[in-house]
């Protein structure tokens, strides 16, 4: 939705009726916004608005005697069709100067939409999986990405190779990472079949039915346990089958430790070998 940016001198009573008498509808105000013109930093108040807003602009600096800057669609700075692109703004002055400034870049690959340093206050973003994140994601964000399919994950590491590890991830992500070097933290996610571990500053993605059979072979029956109580029922009758056929090559291979604990956990959930 298109953007109107008003200098901030202008108080947000009277900045609204003078856009509702162009026609325009004002869904919210954003906030403060620095944007670096040829007269140096000039801080808007940012008014989200619905209607036809190229030329606006212009009209209002006159009106207001400040400068006023509008973005939108036609201010798109290069081709969409080749997915890489600048979004700017056109600042309008009094005296009827103007400028059009970029203040994102948009990376169509990514769906990252990062500011320039022509401005300030305003934060990166990201869609992942259909999900708008804020930049630089918070440890909560990663975890959430990393439990809903390696394809995200690889999209994060990519982001961070490209734009730099911390314009992606917030500082304190990455020392809440660093701090848990002797702990795991273990994310299951029974849809995809995957189990996503924090270990060390790192993250690491596991097929759930390697990681069920490394906490049998680990003694760490327990948690074994646990994971398939949890499981829904398909994921069950898999894990089942899977400890069934664990057994059987033990067994034939003489394995006498993996066998006893395979028939220990098949005794915990009461499974037949």
Excluded: C
């Excluded at 995809?192 to 003694?219: A, D, H, N, Q």
């Excluded at 089942?240 to 993996?258: F, K, M, P, T």
């Amino acid at each position: 939705m298109p953007w109107l940016g008003i200098e901030q001198r202008v108080n947000e009573e009277r900045a609204r009726v003078v856009m509702e008498e162009l026609a325009l509808i004002v869904r919210r105000t954003i906030g403060l916004v620095e944007v670096k013109t040829s007269r140096g930093w000039v801080k808007f108040r940012v008014y989200e608005v619905e209607g036809v807003i190229e030329g606006v602009a212009a009209v209002l600096a006159s009106r207001l005697g400040v400068p006023v800057f509008e973005s939108g669609r036609h201010l798109i700075l290069g081709e969409a069709s080749a997915r890489l692109w600048d979004e700017g703004v056109k600042v309008a002055f009094p005296n009827g100067d103007s400028e059009i400034i970029p203040i994102f870049t948009f990376d169509g690959f990514l769906d990252l939409r990062m500011p320039t340093s022509n401005v300030r206050g305003v934060k990166a973003t990201m869609i992942v999986g259909g999900k708008v994140y804020e930049l630089p994601l918070k440890l909560n964000d990663l975890l959430e990405i990393y439990s809903r399919g390696r394809n995200l994950v690889e999209k994060i590491e990519k982001a961070a190779s490209v734009y730099g590890l911390e314009r992606i991830v917030s500082r304190e992500a990455l020392e809440s990472l660093r701090k848990s070097k002797r702990e795991v933290r273990v994310e299951v996610d029974y849809e995809t079949g995957f189990v996503f571990l924090l270990e060390g500053g790192r993250m690491k993605t596991i097929p759930l039915s390697r990681y069920f059979i490394e906490l049998i072979y680990g003694g760490e029956l327990e948690k074994a346990k646990s994971l398939y109580e949890g499981a829904p029922e398909s994921t069950r009758v898999e894990l089942a089958e899977l400890i069934r056929d664990e057994y059987e090559v033990a067994r034939s291979l003489g394995l006498e430790a993996r066998v006893q604990r395979l028939k220990s956990i098949a005794e915990k959930l009461g499974l037949s070998l």
